[in-house]
Every structure is written in structure tokens, then in C-alpha cells.
């Protein structure tokens, strides 16, 4: 999949190429991962329409996504999100786990599940995945049933969960380094406002979607202090924009 890279040195460069060897994990504090969000939305900004993303995203913003997930120990998604899209195993291309390998990583990423109620869709093709090694977050006391994959859980107090206790977890317990996160739109707010985000990478669609339904990348009340970013990268492809922030200390 190529893509034009604007900004810095403008050249034509290739997913595989661009989203390798970035070593997140090296930067990560000592108490818990670098995170690193990925998230799509319209030029009008909604990051969801009619209830999904399939409607605005293309065949680079799947490649982008899945190479996302070569670069990291765990990958986190929110209980809307599973509850809205069908996640199955986070890698499923052989070659993409061995790029995981190459770049030292276990060939499978752990999948960190935030349902504050443990309500996860019964048939989750995740779950049902024998290889796939997920850590649930959640105050529920219950557990999934029937699940193949190798299910472990990090239980919270109250139903709005910790998230710095979860990543502190995920960081002393499990040995996680980088996260990325993969929304949705509640879960990012609460990263956001408790200032866990280390980079957010943005796939601006060239698309309107207009309306008032469906939600921002963020969800829920303003942040109490705003959010700067600094612009590391932006890359085009068929009129869609890749950016890549950092967020500012
Ligand atoms: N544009 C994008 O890049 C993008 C990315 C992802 C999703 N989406 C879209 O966003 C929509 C879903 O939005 P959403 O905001 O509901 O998604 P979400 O953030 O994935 O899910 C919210 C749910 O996650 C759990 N959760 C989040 N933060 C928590 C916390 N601190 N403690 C405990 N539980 C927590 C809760 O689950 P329980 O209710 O189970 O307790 C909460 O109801 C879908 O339409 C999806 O397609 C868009």
C-alpha cells in the first residue's frame, strides 16, 4: 500500500515501510505503557456513522491499522467498540506476526478488553480465538463463557475503572511497554482526561458525513485543560489524510 508523505520529507513511501521499527515501547514511563491512540473521522468529524466506521474507512486506513499493530505489546479497544465491530484475532496475516517477531514482540499482541460491566457480545470472534491471549478489564465479578482464547482478568472497584491503575497493571504485571488503543470514543476521553495519551495517530477521511448523530473521536465533556499536539507526520492517500501527533508534556 503506498502512500504520499507531505510532511517531513516529502516521498512516496509504503505502509510496511513507514510503520516499522518505531520502538514505542522505548519510550514508555516507568510506571505504565506508551500509549498510542488510533482513530478515523470524517473532515465534519464524526468518528462513526451509522453506528461504525466501515463507511469511512478505506483499504490504507486497514493497512495502517494493521501495521499499527505490529509495533506493540497490547492492544486496548472499549466495550462500544466490540459491541459495534467484530474483532477476531488482532494479527491474523502469518507475515505480519513475523514482522512482530523481527521486531521483538510476542507474534500475537495482547488484546486489554474495558467493559466496566462485562458486557462483551457472547460470540466476540476474539474470544473464540484459541490463539489470541486477552486480559479483561472490569469491576464485574463474573466471568465470559465458552471462550477459547486464553482469557485472564484485571478487576477495578467501581464500573468507571481506573485507567491509570489498569495500565500501571498492564505495565508491572503483564510487562506491557507500548498500547495502542483503538477507542472508542468514551474509552479515549477517559485516557485523555486522565493525561495517559502519549501519541494519537488520525486518519482524516475525505468524506462528510454531516448530521448530528454519531460521535467525536472524543467523547463526553470537554477535557479540563486542552490537549496540545505537535505534528509528527502527515501522509495522504486517495485524498485521506494520516496524521500522526504527538501529545505535548
Ligand atoms: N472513528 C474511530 O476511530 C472509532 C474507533 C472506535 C470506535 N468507534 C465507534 O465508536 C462507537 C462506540 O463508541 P463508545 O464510546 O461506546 O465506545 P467505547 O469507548 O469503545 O466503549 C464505551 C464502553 O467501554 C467501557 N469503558 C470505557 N471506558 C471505561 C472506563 N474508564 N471504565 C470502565 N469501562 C469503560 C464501558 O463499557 P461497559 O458499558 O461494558 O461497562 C463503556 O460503556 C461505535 O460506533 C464505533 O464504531 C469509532
Given amino acids: 500500500m503506498r502512500l ?10 509504503a505502509v510496511e515501510e513507514v510503520v516499522a521499527g518505531l520502538e514505542l515501547g ?4 516507568p510506571e505504565r505503557p506508551y500509549v498510542v491512540l488510533n482513530m478515523i473521522a470524517t473532515v465534519d468529524g464524526r468518528a462513526a456513522v451509522r453506528g461504525g466506521t466501515r463507511e469511512i474507512s478505506s483499504p490504507a486506513d486497514r493497512a495502517m491499522l494493521v501495521h499499527l ?15 459495534a465491530e467484530p474483532y477476531g484475532r488482532l494479527v491474523r496475516d502469518p507475515a505480519l506476526r513475523e514482522k512482530r517477531r523481527r521486531e521483538g514482540l510476542e507474534q500475537d499482541p495482547l ?13 466476540l470472534p ?4 484459541p490463539h489470541s491471549r486477552v486480559l479483561i478489564a472490569t469491576a464485574s465479578k463474573g466471568t465470559v463463557e465458552r471462550a477459547t482464547a486464553s482469557v485472564e482478568y484485571l ?7 481506573d485507567l491509570g491503575g489498569v495500565l500501571g497493571a498492564l505495565r508491572a504485571e503483564h510487562g506491557v511497554r507500548s498500547l495502542l488503543c483503538e477507542g472508542g470514543p468514551r474509552l479515549t476521553a477517559d485516557l485523555f ?22 460521535p467525536a473521536i472524543v467523547a ?19 485524498g485521506d489524510l494520516y496524521l500522526r501527533y504527538r501529545a505535548q508534556p
Fill in 155 to 161: 478487576r477495578g472497584d467501581a464500573e468507571q475503572l
Fill in 220 to 238: 463526553r465533556a470537554p477535557l479540563e485543560e486542552l490537549v496540545a499536539l505537535e505534528l509528527v507526520w502527515v501522509l495522504e492517500a486517495e
Fill in 126 to 129: 476474539l474470544l473464540a480465538d
Fill in 193 to 214: 482526561a486522565r493525561g495517559l495519551v502519549d501519541e494519537l495517530f488520525l486518519t482524516l477521511a475525505a468524506t462528510v458525513a454531516g448530521g448530528e448523530e454519531g
Fill in 111 to 123: 488484546a486489554c478488553l474495558v467493559s466496566g460491566r462485562l458486557e462483551l457480545p457472547a460470540d
Fill in 26 to 29: 522505548r519510550a514508555a514511563p
Fill in 69 to 83: 499493530r505490529t509495533q506493540v505489546d497490547a492492544v486496548m479497544v472499549g466495550a462500544g467498540t466490540l459491541r
Fill in 4 to 13: 504520499r508523505r507531505i510532511h517531513p520529507d516529502p516521498a512516496e513511501v
